[in-house]
């Protein structure tokens, strides 16, 4: 996957790995099932709007709390395609790249897109096109090598591959 392109679902700061994925539901490790889960703490029709391709902006912070791959499971079986925030747990990053889910850190975009917007991600070039208003943010790019565990669907197929 080289680029994304979905409907923006915006949240704020400290949206964390409870929020993303509610504890209850830990004792599966499904993506599907953690799927239908998937942020209904913060918004309990998001599994019923989310769309293949969509996009999660949101503010500082995001992914905060225990380290759970859980998390960007959820999200990335939800159909989420990108996630784009201010800043993200340190964990959180690592754990959405190592399961393949792309994340972009971008400042500038995670505050001026709003929820309902159409986005386009170039993860090459790292740039951010929010479709609705025209406006184009230079988001951080993935390394190569990051890309390459991205396009594998994550570090254990990429590493199967090698």
Request: net charge negative.
């Amino acid at each position: 996957m080289k680029a994304a392109e979905g409907k923006v679902f915006k949240f704020g700061d400290n949206v964390d790995t409870d929020v993303i994925i509610p504890a209850r539901y830990l004792n599966s490790s499904d993506p599907k099932e953690l799927a239908t889960h998937c942020m209904e703490d913060i918004d309990a029709d998001f599994v019923k709007k989310v769309t293949p391709g969509d996009i999660i902006v949101a503010t500082k912070n995001f992914g905060c709390g225990s380290s759970r791959e859980h998390a960007p499971i959820a999200i990335k079986a939800a159909g989420v395609s990108c996630v784009i925030a201010e800043t993200f747990a340190r964990i959180f990053y690592r754990n959405a790249i190592n399961i393949g889910l792309p994340i972009v850190e971008c400042p500038e975009a995670a505050k001026d897109i709003s929820d309902g917007d159409e986005v386009y991600v170039d993860f090459d070039s790292g740039l951010i096109t929010n479709k609705t208003t025209n406006k184009t943010y230079q988001g951080q790019a993935f390394p190569p090598f990051m890309q390459k565990i991205i396009d594998c669907e994550g570090l254990v197929n990429y590493i199967n591959q090698k």
